[in-house]
């Protein structure tokens, strides 16, 4: 069973820094890219950053490029969000996800966790 739990959401100040974690588990994690999006209120989710399997590649939504950074650590089967020089914009609730191949491609999502941006 895939299994995605995000934390480390919270209150934080406009120019502020905030690391989101997501353990996985349930699927061979170093084998698959994984992904952050967000959703904000009234909004529809978006993509926010991906890594590959191996960490050799990052690719980052305009809005958070220079700002975010995504990492993965494969021996703890977990990836992170770090977000720097937050801004209001920023708030939302934030998922990871992963595309599994099963007998076809599954998505998974987590929970999310809300992160604020506020002063």
């Known amino acids: 069973q895939v299994t995605l739990v995000e934390s480390g959401g919270g209150l934080v100040q406009p120019g502020g820094s905030l690391t989101l974690a997501c353990a996985a588990s349930?699927?061979?994690?170093?084998?698959?890219?994984m992904n952050w999006y967000r959703q904000a209120p009234g909004k529809e989710r978006e993509w926010v950053a991906t890594?590959?399997?191996?960490?050799?590649?990052?690719n980052y939504d305009n809005h958070v490029k220079g700002r975010f950074t995504i990492s993965r650590d494969n021996t703890k089967s977990t990836v992170y969000l770090q977000m720097n020089s937050v801004i209001p914009e920023d708030t939302a609730v934030y998922y990871c996800k992963v595309d599994v191949w099963s007998r076809g491609l599954i998505t998974y999502w987590g929970q999310g966790t809300q992160v604020t941006v506020s002063s």
């Open positions: 349930g699927f061979t994690f170093s084998a698959y890219g």
């Open positions: 890594i590959t399997a191996n960490a050799d590649s990052t």
